[in-house]
């Protein structure tokens, strides 16, 4: 069995804690893992094969980092320029495993839930297991305790009725839309419903089949885009232009709603697809008033609230059933009962061009990482830090001079033929269109304070020569270039 982890998402319900450059499933918004690597942690079961992972080409540096700090070794990572839904990007997973002479059964699962109860994980997947090795597309159905409108539903068969003799298994009997309370409501009273998890297993071949008798061209696209997509640094770059021509369609619509071998097995094990803010209310522990704090925060006569405090203090008098996100760049104040509208308030964001969805005010990179301190219209000041033994590309600007400041660590410094060291408290000056490299040849994280100025300060004023991290693909958005 391999886990096929999906991680192309940009929980945007989870702005603006989640960004596009850095969302939900990188953030430790459960404990003190990521929810990426919580994903990763809980499969540790016999006969579980080291994971694949399908994620969007400008995080393939986060996911390596994220993968490293866990000890997790990859026996591949899919690179898409963009996302084309869930049906694609498991067609290019199992075409990769067929291609290899493997037909191994496939463990579907986004990068970004939670469940809390390994042991009824485990149990669980066995029961799949046995209905997957014959020949059949099982999900995961989730026991819906309480009336949910954000979520799609199940309704199954009962127990015994229909072909499968598969114990702890049934068959699908329909496919429902997200519903009014009402409806929800209805479906909970039913007990024959259940909540969609987004998870499956079926072997590589079985999902092909399916596909490509309902979805052809969605499958005769995957085929091509493989044949033409080229193995980089230990992943596999997905070929843009042909990947640009696939059909966007999600498992569900493309394959189980329409195959006839769709069954579900319910998972009763503390999920949850923290999908917005109340679900994160939802799995924390709460103190005697209903609220959960993160961050410095202080509270007098306000109920059932979620706090979560960055830099500096929040405070709450007198209100109930509220929000709060505070971050650096942004701050987002919401009632709980409407936190599914956060991401059509991303939407207008992004029709107005604000940079405050797309990248936090640190900005994480394969080398370290830069925060923004302060800016202005012919300024702009930066902290950035470098791994030790990392190096920026080799690069200059059309627009911009900068001045580099020591705070710690050791400095190697390239600029036109000069190539010097810098300590503490030492400073250089880098003139407009020079070509200069920073770099930490030391043992501990190089800190500089950067001081930018001139005519024009945007990410994309970066003509980049040389990169250690083969970064030469463009991106879809040049203003955010990275350094």
């Known amino acids: 069995m391999i886990p096929v982890i999906l991680s192309g998402g940009s929980g945007s319900r989870l702005w603006p804690l989640s960004r596009k450059l850095y969302p939900k499933q990188f953030l430790a918004l459960v404990g003190e893992q990521t929810l990426f690597q919580q994903t990763l942690q809980r499969l540790t079961f016999d006969g579980m094969q080291a994971p694949m992972v399908v994620c969007n080409r400008e995080h393939r540096f986060i996911v390596n980092e994220q993968l490293a700090a866990i000890n997790v070794a990859p026996q591949a990572i899919l690179l898409e320029p963009f996302g084309r839904n869930t049906a694609p990007a498991v067609a290019l997973a199992a075409l990769q495993v067929l291609a290899e002479g493997r037909d191994d059964l496939l463990l579907v699962l986004p990068a970004d839930h939670v469940i809390g109860d390994r042991d009824a994980l485990r149990q669980t997947l066995e029961i799949a297991r046995a209905a997957a090795?014959?020949?059949?597309?099982?999900?995961?159905?989730?026991?819906?305790?309480?009336?949910?409108?954000?979520?799609?539903?199940?309704?199954?068969?009962?127990?015994?009725?229909?072909?499968?003799?598969?114990?702890?298994?049934?068959?699908?009997?329909?496919?429902?839309?997200?519903?009014?309370?009402?409806?929800?409501?209805?479906?909970?009273?039913?007990?024959?419903?259940?909540?969609?998890?987004?998870?499956?297993?079926?072997?590589?071949?079985?999902?092909?089949?399916?596909?490509?008798?309902?979805?052809?061209?969605?499958?005769?696209?995957?085929?091509l885009t493989l044949e033409r997509s080229k193995a980089n640094g230990g992943a596999l770059t997905i070929d843009d232009s042909?990947?640009?021509?696939?059909?966007?369609?999600?498992?569900?619509?493309?394959?189980?709603?329409?195959?006839?071998?769709?069954?579900?097995?319910?998972?009763?094990?503390?999920?949850?697809?923290?999908?917005?803010?109340?679900?994160?209310?939802?799995?924390?522990?709460?103190?005697?008033?209903?609220?959960?704090?993160?961050?410095?925060?202080?509270?007098?006569?306000?109920?059932?609230?979620?706090?979560?405090?960055?830099?500096?203090?929040?405070?709450?008098?007198?209100?109930?059933?509220?929000?709060?996100?505070?971050?650096?760049?942004?701050?987002?104040?919401?009632?709980?009962?409407?936190?599914?509208?956060?991401?059509?308030?991303?939407?207008t964001l992004d029709a107005q061009g604000r940079s405050e969805t797309q990248s936090h005010c640190a900005v994480y990179r394969p080398w370290g990482a830069y925060d923004?301190?302060?800016?202005?219209?012919?300024?702009?000041?930066?902290?950035?830090?470098?791994?030790?033994?990392?190096?920026?590309?080799?690069?200059?600007?059309?627009?911009?001079?900068?001045?580099?400041?020591?705070?710690?660590?050791?400095?190697?410094?390239?600029c036109d033929d000069k190539v010097f060291l810098l300590t503490e408290n030492q400073s250089t000056y880098i003139p407009i269109a020079s070509v200069h490299r920073l770099a930490n040849p030391g043992k501990i994280p190089l800190e500089i304070i950067e001081v930018q100025s001139g005519s024009y300060l945007g990410e994309d004023d970066i003509e980049r020569l040389e990169d250690v991290y083969g970064r030469t693909e463009p991106l879809v958005t040049a203003k955010l270039q990275p350094r």
Request: hydrophobic residues 40%.
């Open 242 to 347: 042909t990947f640009a021509c696939c059909p966007d369609n999600s498992i569900d619509y493309a394959v189980m709603e329409k195959t006839s071998r769709a069954c579900m097995v319910p998972l009763d094990a503390g999920w949850s697809d923290v999908g917005c803010w109340s679900s994160l209310w939802d799995v924390h522990d709460k103190d005697c008033d209903g609220n959960v704090f993160k961050g410095d925060v202080l509270s007098e006569g306000s109920f059932n609230c979620y706090v979560h405090g960055s830099s500096k203090l929040v405070t709450l008098l007198g209100v109930d059933d509220l929000v709060v996100v505070d971050t650096k760049d942004a701050v987002m104040i919401a009632h709980k009962d409407r936190v599914q509208e956060v991401k059509k308030m991303v939407g």
């Open 372 to 414: 923004s301190i302060d800016n202005g219209t012919r300024h702009q000041v930066k902290h950035i830090t470098v791994k030790p033994g990392a190096q920026l590309s080799l690069q200059m600007h059309h627009h911009r001079a900068e001045h580099w400041i020591v705070v710690s660590g050791t400095a190697q410094v390239t």
């Open 133 to 223: 090795e014959e020949g059949e597309m099982v999900l995961f159905g989730i026991p819906a305790a309480r009336p949910e409108t954000g979520f799609g539903y199940i309704r199954s068969a009962e127990a015994g009725e229909g072909d499968l003799l598969i114990p702890g298994a049934l068959r699908v009997m329909q496919f429902v839309e997200k519903p009014d309370l009402a409806t929800a409501e209805a479906f909970v009273k039913d007990g024959g419903y259940f909540w969609n998890s987004g998870m499956f297993l079926f072997r590589a071949s079985r999902y092909l089949e399916e596909l490509r008798a309902y979805e052809p061209d969605i499958y005769d696209t995957c085929v």
